[in-house]
């Protein structure tokens, strides 16, 4: 476990993290649960319910996965694809109490020190953000070179540069996810001359 003082919620760090290129990190929001119902491990355990089946319900997982694989979620074995990456949600504290609302700006602010720390210790080459909240509250927190944005089929993907980090920043995929949105980060990964890399990694997550 990633152990911090200042983090509340632990990201999740899978087991093979770093072990190829690209490192990529997942951000997210926050969750959404009972009031009082965050604990350290929170998101730790949730993954891993996912990836057992006792949560088999979590579109926003397999979005992710099919999104950055660039595949039909069966053709991906998700359990090497979660062990490879890190995922975490900026926002810290309780978790929201209902889908229908929205994290505390105060929230996203105590998420500061968490995702900085996540950033120095791991170095992600992709930094894959999900939702807009997120996109703003990186930009009030770092100062990002930004780059070109993206647009494939009607969609726009906004992108950004920390140091050797690039910053994807997608639609919520929570919401309703087009399958186009593969072809946008397909374009960002050609971008920022992670192909090969990626092909590689792709190779390793199918289900054999």
């Given at each position: 476990m990633?152990?911090s003082?200042?983090?509340?919620i632990q990201?999740?760090?899978?087991?093979s993290?770093g072990?190829?290129?690209p490192?990529?990190?997942?951000?997210?929001?926050?969750?959404?649960?009972d009031e009082g119902s965050?604990?350290?491990d929170?998101?730790?355990?949730?993954?891993?319910?996912?990836?057992?089946?006792?949560q088999p319900?979590?579109?926003?997982f397999?979005r992710?996965m099919?999104?950055?694989?660039n595949?039909?979620?069966?053709?991906?074995?998700?359990?090497?694809?979660?062990?490879?990456?890190?995922?975490?949600?900026?926002?810290?504290?309780?978790?929201?109490?209902?889908?229908?609302?929205?994290?505390?700006?105060?929230?996203?602010?105590?998420?500061?020190?968490?995702?900085?720390?996540?950033?120095?210790?791991?170095?992600?080459?992709?930094?894959?953000?999900?939702?807009?909240d997120?996109?703003?509250v990186?930009?009030?927190?770092f100062?990002?070179?930004?780059?070109?944005?993206?647009?494939?089929?009607?969609?726009?993907?906004n992108?950004?540069?920390?140091?050797?980090?690039?910053?994807?920043?997608?639609?919520h995929p929570?919401?309703s996810?087009?399958?186009?949105?593969?072809?946008?980060?397909?374009?960002?990964?050609?971008?920022i001359?992670?192909?090969?890399?990626?092909?590689?990694?792709r190779e390793?997550?199918?289900?054999?």
């Open positions: 990633y152990v003082a200042e983090i509340q990201p999740w760090i899978g087991t993290y072990q190829s290129i490192r990529i990190l997942v951000l997210g929001d926050s969750h959404h649960g965050a604990y350290a929170f998101t730790i355990d949730i993954i891993n319910s996912y990836l057992v089946g006792t319900s979590f579109a926003f397999t992710i099919a999104t950055i694989a595949s039909d979620h069966w053709l991906v074995d998700k359990r090497k694809f979660y062990n490879s990456i890190i995922f975490m949600n900026l926002a810290e504290g309780v978790p929201v109490i209902s889908s229908g609302l929205r994290p505390s700006e105060a929230s996203f602010i105590e998420g500061k020190s968490k995702i900085s720390s996540v950033l120095q210790d791991h170095r992600p080459d992709i930094v894959f953000c999900c939702g807009r997120v996109e703003r990186i930009h009030s927190i100062l990002l070179e930004p780059r070109a944005p993206i647009s494939r089929d009607g969609l726009t993907a992108v950004a540069k920390l140091g050797a980090s690039f910053f994807f920043f997608s639609k929570s919401w996810y087009r399958r186009a949105w593969r072809d946008v980060f397909e374009s960002f990964i050609a971008e001359g992670m192909a090969q890399q990626m092909k590689s990694a390793q997550w199918t289900m054999s």
